[in-house]
């Protein structure tokens, strides 16, 4: 019995350490999901500001604002 109890508890272990190690694993993924969304959403807003920089250059250009 007590060679049984054992077992079961060894397996309890293993099975333990395999689901941690899975969260570990899609902790991992989704932080890196994350700094990815990031890094594109840091070079999209960096587009659409050169953009309108560009625009607003444009006007000025347009209007003879520009120095």
Same mark, same amino acid.
């Given at each position: /019995?007590?060679? =049984? $109890? &054992?077992?079961? $508890?060894?397996?309890?272990? %293993?099975?333990?350490? +395999? @689901? &941690? %190690?899975?969260? *570990? =694993? /899609?902790?991992?993924? @989704? *932080? =890196?999901? @994350? +700094? $990815? !969304?990031? %890094? *594109? /959403? +840091?070079? #999209?807003?960096?587009?659409?500001? %050169?953009?309108? +920089?560009? @625009?607003?250059? !444009?006007?000025?250009? !347009? #209007?003879? /604002?520009? =120095?």
């Amino acid at each position: /019995m007590a060679d =049984n $109890s &054992q077992k079961m $508890s060894y397996q309890a272990g %293993e099975a333990k350490g +395999q @689901a &941690q %190690e899975k969260a *570990s =694993n /899609m902790m991992d993924k @989704a *932080s =890196n999901a @994350a +700094q $990815s !969304a990031k %890094e *594109s /959403m +840091q070079q #999209t807003c960096q587009q659409v500001k %050169e953009k309108a +920089q560009g @625009a607003a250059d !444009a006007v000025k250009d !347009a #209007t003879g /604002m520009k =120095n």
